[in-house]
């Protein structure tokens, strides 16, 4: 009896190996985000707006003689926004702002599965001009707020990340609320 109880381990063992084994596909990375947070930039601009409180405020390095040009870095999604302002008048007209706007975001239809475009109105009477791409574009979420007379406000988004788009779904769709909030709050000074 002894002798047949050896046997039983070896026999179990041979058994199970006769599964093929599959392994489980990749997973997306779990994202977890904070409660939408505001604050007020900082005086010193020729706009005031309320950004998000998970962003940090930084000059713009790319073009440092544009003081007015900001980055809302999003430390933790690896995501900036960037700000780019302008003063319509003394040779920078109206046209020639807007055309820059659309054209840099005609750019990404190369790679771009869509592009929608629409119009809206802020609280304070600007008008805003929302471009949202999709695919596996740099920038997912671009803007303009303009009350087309003295004042040109552009943001696009980007990630500095090689995942794909479809992996940043939930954090595009969390900081575009945050962009809209923006556009909704933007007051250009006199």
């Known amino acids: 009896m002894r002798k047949y109880l050896l ?16 392994p489980k596909p990749p997973g997306y990375n779990r994202i977890d985000l ?27 390095s790319f073009n440092v ?3 007015e040009w900001i980055n809302l870095h999003y430390v933790d999604f690896g995501a900036k926004v960037h700000l780019t302002y302008k003063r319509i008048g003394d040779g920078v007209s ?4 807007s055309s820059d706007a659309f054209q840099l975001t005609a750019k990404h ?10 119009v809206a109105v802020t ?11 999709t695919g596996e574009v740099p920038t997912q979420f671009q803007f303009f707020v303009t009350d087309s007379t003295k ?9 500095n990340t090689a995942m794909k788009n479809d992996s940043l779904a939930p ?5 575009k609320v945050d962009m809209a909030h923006l556009m909704n709050s933007v007051k250009f000074q006199e």
Not at 7 to 22: F, K, N, V
Not at 94 to 97: A, D, H, N, P, S
């Open 7 to 22: 046997y039983i381990p070896m026999a179990l063992g041979l058994a199970a190996c006769g599964e093929s084994y599959l």
């Open 34 to 60: 904070p409660a939408h947070q505001f604050q007020h930039l900082q005086e010193g601009y020729p706009y005031q707006l309320e950004y998000s409180a998970h962003s940090q405020v930084e000059a713009d």
């Open 109 to 118: 239809q190369i790679k771009a599965y869509g592009i929608q475009e629409s």
């Open 151 to 159: 004042n040109f406000l552009r943001g696009a988004l980007y990630f």
């Open 65 to 67: 003689e544009e003081d």
């Open 123 to 133: 609280p304070e009477g600007y008008t805003g001009v929302i471009a949202e791409l």
């Open 94 to 97: 109206f046209r020639k702002l």
């Open 171 to 175: 954090v595009i769709e969390y900081i």
